[in-house]
């Protein structure tokens, strides 16, 4: 359910991202082919974040339910 609530990255912040981090990436691999596993490894990063950020507001909700 996570997933479904997560905004895909735009092409915009994909290219910023792969710019930032080009350094990082081999020279001989474009955009193009880059795009694809960026998109991926960011849909990744904003469902942890999500996933962390939830985790606190979760375990309160528990801890209620404990006490009832």
Do not use: H
């Not at 994909?14 to 001989?28: G, H, L, T, V």
């Not at 979760?58 to 209620?64: G, Q, T, Y």
């Amino acid at each position: 359910e996570v997933e479904s609530k997560v905004t895909p990255p735009s092409q915009e912040q994909i290219k910023q991202f792969f710019d930032d981090n080009r350094a990082r990436i081999p020279p001989q691999v474009t955009y193009e082919q880059a795009e694809p596993q960026l998109r991926e490894y960011m849909m990744g990063q904003r469902i942890q974040e999500l996933r962390e950020s939830l985790e606190p507001m979760l375990e309160r909700l528990a801890d209620r339910l404990r006490q009832v």
